[in-house]
């Protein structure tokens, strides 16, 4: 356990570097007692505790995609004819969907975020390198209804555009004490950095040269008042600069 000043987290091309005005453990989850418990008193921390899991979900699965950006190229929704409600059910018509694909694809790897539509019907939204498939192949593998497929191999932060598809509805008590996204076993991790020397020196290299692409300020609870950068490591020159870094 180590105090965290400042953090950096890399997925991908995608950098986020944040300034705490308060240090923190790492390794210290802070949360309060009815985030950690599960409980709630009212209606509004049940709104409260909602928006927190789903702020959380939706930052893991963008880092998670942006991590293998390099090898995703294709952003499949499935869809039931059915207005199938039944998540157990679902879940497992997905599953066997994955192992019809892994029979044809072997090298097969993949993100797939749960999420209800309007009327709660079930739907997958799914990141993947499967390369080159006609929509009427891909759907007889399916069986159980409508795909859709949208190339993602020229999106430069693939992790916000599929995101920005999750609603609230992500929150659906059916999810409640279940994942609402799953991944292959290839998938790679974003690297976090916590360390203090790290940090500054990714900072320096990072900062010299780079203008942001998004910045923002908000205050925390825990961390008091906290800066918020990103950047898109897009340029070779800088990329392999912060990879010397980290090396």
């Known amino acids: 356990m180590h105090i965290v000043h400042n953090r950096i987290i890399i997925s991908g091309n995608i950098v986020e570097y944040m300034e705490y005005e308060v240090p923190y453990y790492k390794d210290y989850e802070m949360q309060d007692d009815w985030i950690k418990q599960g409980t709630t008193k009212n209606?509004?921390?049940?709104?409260?505790?909602?928006?927190?899991?789903l702020k959380r979900s939706k930052n893991r699965i963008r880092r998670l995609i942006?991590?293998?950006?390099?090898?995703?190229?294709?952003?499949?929704?499935?869809?039931?004819?059915?207005?199938?409600?039944?998540l157990d059910y679902c879940n497992y018509e997905f599953k066997k969907f994955i192992q019809r694909l892994k029979y044809n694809y072997k090298d097969l790897e993949y993100i797939v975020v749960v999420e209800f539509q309007k009327r709660g019907a079930v739907h997958y939204?799914?990141?993947?390198?499967?390369g080159y498939i006609r929509n009427k192949t891909l759907q007889q593998i399916w069986k159980n209804g409508f795909i859709k497929i949208n190339r993602i191999d020229r999106v430069?932060?693939?992790?916000?555009?599929?995101?920005?598809?999750?609603?609230?509805?992500?929150?659906?008590?059916?999810?409640?004490?279940r994942?609402?996204?799953?991944?292959?076993?290839?998938?790679?991790?974003?690297?976090?950095?916590?360390?203090?020397?790290?940090?500054?020196?990714?900072?320096?290299?990072?900062?010299?040269?780079?203008?942001?692409v998004y910045r923002t300020e908000y205050?925390?609870?825990?961390?008091?008042?906290t800066i918020?950068?990103?950047?898109?490591?897009?340029?070779?020159?800088?990329?392999?600069?912060?990879?010397?870094?980290?090396?």
């Open 43 to 53: 209606k509004d921390e049940i709104v409260e505790r909602s928006e927190y899991s």
């Open 66 to 86: 942006n991590a293998n950006s390099d090898i995703f190229d294709k952003f499949i929704t499935l869809t039931f004819a059915e207005n199938e409600k039944n």
């Open 125 to 130: 939204h799914i990141v993947s390198n499967l």
């Open 156 to 177: 430069d932060n693939i992790g916000a555009y599929v995101v920005k598809y999750l609603q609230k509805d992500m929150t659906d008590i059916r999810l409640k004490g």
């Open 179 to 212: 994942k609402c996204y799953f991944r292959s076993k290839g998938i790679k991790e974003p690297i976090e950095y916590t360390q203090k020397k790290e940090v500054d020196d990714l900072a320096v290299a990072l900062l010299q040269d780079l203008e942001p």
């Open 219 to 225: 205050n925390s609870e825990h961390t008091g008042k």
């Open 228 to 247: 918020y950068f990103q950047y898109n490591l897009l340029d070779k020159s800088t990329l392999n600069r912060v990879n010397s870094v980290i090396k």
